[in-house]
């Protein structure tokens, strides 16, 4: 089973709203991702955690909050966002975050930002 | 920085074969993927090739890397109308996973 499961699959938001995405894996991964798809784009790499800790921040705005309550879950939190943030928001998971470990997507959560 | 790149659209007819074509910079590369996204979807990983091997199939998959060269193409067998989609080459060597632009795949019936 390689299944990465993300809730809610679409979302809409105002800017004032606090909302939150959320991903969960039970396939023991110990790193787990968020990346940012904008229409006709590669993803781009958001958050990595690895057991838990936040190893990168590819110098995102504050106005998303990662947080990873377990090595299953983790979450998107996003506060005061713009219209631009709307985006397909995919979480991923790996065995550990190292090279040559095969990293597996979830379905995505559909953003949008009114 | 590293860099994946991809021709951006491929058209064949239900029947034929399709081969998606990729280049990448990282000499120190060590997987090789591609993915398929459909419309609406996530990234589904198709299959992947370590840099020490040189062919891998898959079905009616098959992935060729020439490591001189930094080239990687998939050929897809018996292209099917299912199999239309974008296709993004990534690559992970000391840097996190870096993509392509993707690949357009239409198939014609």
């Known amino acids: 089973d390689t299944e990465v499961t993300q809730t809610p699959k679409h979302l809409v938001m105002g800017m004032t709203n606090k909302k939150s995405l959320k991903c969960e894996q039970h396939m023991g991964h110990r790193a787990m991702y968020w990346y940012k798809q904008k229409a006709k784009k590669p993803p781009e790499l958001m958050f990595v955690?690895?057991?838990?800790?936040?190893?990168i921040n590819e110098s995102v705005p504050s106005r998303f909050s990662p947080e990873c309550p377990n090595s299953s879950l983790l979450n998107l939190h996003l506060h005061a966002l713009q219209p631009e943030d709307s985006a397909l928001y995919l979480c991923?998971?790996?065995?550990?975050?190292?090279?040559?470990?095969?990293?597996?997507f979830g379905e995505g959560s559909w953003l949008t930002v009114v | 920085g590293e860099d994946v790149e991809q021709s951006l659209f491929l058209s064949v007819r239900e029947g034929d074969s399709s081969v998606i074509n990729c280049t990448y910079t990282d000499s120190s590369s060590t997987y090789l993927y591609w993915y398929k996204q459909e419309p609406g979807a996530g990234l589904q990983l198709l299959t992947y090739i370590f840099s020490n091997m040189d062919m891998k199939q898959d079905q009616r998959l098959t992935v060729l890397l020439n490591k001189k060269d930094k080239h990687l193409s998939l050929r897809i067998a018996d292209t099917q109308t299912g199999d239309s989609a974008i296709y993004f080459c990534a690559e992970t060597g000391n840097t996190p996973l870096v993509f392509g632009k993707g690949t357009r795949l239409s198939v014609i019936a």
């Open positions: 955690y690895s057991y838990e800790k936040l190893s």
């Open positions: 991923a998971s790996s065995q550990v975050h190292l090279s040559g470990n095969t990293i597996y």
